[in-house]
């Protein structure tokens, strides 16, 4: 947000104190997109020569962030290692390398959505090493998808390579794949990623997605992205996760913006039934299966998206929206909490990473545009 003091503040707090040298079991995909991401992201803001965001330049900085985001990954590195099909275990401990007692069984997610960090890290240092691992795994992935319909399942043995969750969707255990695919193309262009992709994006509208052809016309429900079986395409259940509110968002990225904008009404209609999205909800029953929210950001996400591809003012009111709600709903003494409840509002003693990162940096976005917009139609003057 352009405060340069409290910025600087925290990077030398970090450089000061932390340490990985740790007897600490981490998740490999946890550390990796919170913490790797966040090192990288630091270190670009400080040496970036053009500092869009005022002055972030760090006095008599060396690196430092980069060599511990070097450091961190060193440390994830032995969970790419005695796996047969390349797959990462999904923990590793920071001091011993993989658990003995280390769990064979792991996300597509979690497997497959490490690419854009550890290629990040890769070029960075010029070390193709991190780039390598990460850009095998989802290749050993997308390799045991399908062959009937091309999708992939949510739960994999990485020493076996069996699927041991079958479940194809858009939500959790596999919603980042799909993300990491076009944002991997998109950042570092390779044609490899952006084929996997476009090749995913045909299975998922051949197998999950419901409702009539066309989005805004023609007889039929509105589409609707289900949970399939991989292998036969048939469905498994009848509810969606909160999570796959971040599809419209991707469909925007990839030029499908008609699709976006159906599929995004679909998931604002559940947040104005409830001023929050429940973590499942039940299509068919269309009532929460489970109601728990817990300040998640991918709603606002494809928001503000769909603002940037279409610039309809309605989607700055949609962040408005669920900025008002999370003030009326989510406000505490010293932070924003889950809602353990969506429908009553009780609360859970818990905020999670993802809000201050994630969450309201979108909604910070969507202000800074929804000013934008008022200053453009001349509502407000520049004083």
Not at 201 to 218: K, P, T, V
Request: negative net charge; proline residues 4%; glycine residues 6%.
């Amino acid at each position: 947000m352009g405060n340069s003091s409290e910025f600087q503040k925290a990077v030398k707090l970090v450089i000061n104190t932390v340490s990985f040298d740790k007897d600490s079991t981490v998740q490999v995909f946890e550390a990796t997109i919170r913490v790797l991401g966040s090192l990288l992201s630091a270190h670009r803001i400080i040496t970036d020569s053009k500092q869009p965001f005022g002055n972030m330049t760090i006095k008599d900085y060396d690196n430092e962030l980069l060599h511990m985001a070097r450091d961190l990954a060193l440390r994830l590195l032995p969970a790419f290692e005695n796996t047969k099909t390349g797959i990462p275990y999904p923990r590793v401990n920071l001091k011993s390398g993989v658990p003995p007692d280390s769990n064979n069984e792991t996300c597509t997610a979690g497997a497959g959505s490490l690419l854009v960090e550890f290629g990040i890290l890769s070029r960075l240092l010029g070390d193709s090493t991190f780039e390598w691992v990460a850009r095998r795994a989802v290749k050993a992935l997308w390799n045991l998808r399908s062959n009937d319909t091309g999708l992939l399942g949510n739960v994999v043995n990485i020493q076996t390579g069996h699927w041991v969750g079958k479940q194809s969707g858009l939500g959790a255990g596999l919603d980042s794949f799909y993300e990491y695919l076009l944002k991997s193309y998109i950042l570092f262009g390779e044609d490899d990623d952006l084929e996997m992709f476009n090749a995913a994006y045909r299975s998922i509208q051949s197998y999950l997605r419901r409702g009539r052809e066309a989005c805004n016309e023609g007889e039929g429900d509105p589409p609707l992205y289900v949970n399939v079986n991989m292998f036969s395409g048939q469905l498994m259940n009848t509810w969606i996760d909160s999570l796959q509110a971040f599809f419209p968002g991707l469909q925007v990225l990839i030029g499908d913006v008609e699709d976006a904008i159906c599929l995004h009404a679909f998931y604002y209609a559940i947040w104005k039934r409830y001023g929050a999205l429940p973590e499942r909800y039940n299509w068919q029953l269309q009532a929460p299966d489970v109601l728990f929210y817990p300040l998640r950001p991918e709603l606002v996400e494809s928001t503000y998206l769909l603002y940037q591809a279409t610039k309809n003012p309605f989607y700055l009111h949609v962040g408005m929206d669920i900025l008002q709600s999370l003030e009326k709903y989510t406000k505490v003494k010293c932070g924003y909490a889950t809602l353990h409840h969506v429908i009553d509002k009780s609360k859970e003693d818990r905020m999670e990473s993802f809000f201050l990162s994630e969450t309201c940096k979108y909604l910070y976005l969507v202000c800074i545009a929804f000013i934008s917009h008022l200053l453009n139609d001349n509502i407000f003057k520049k004083s």
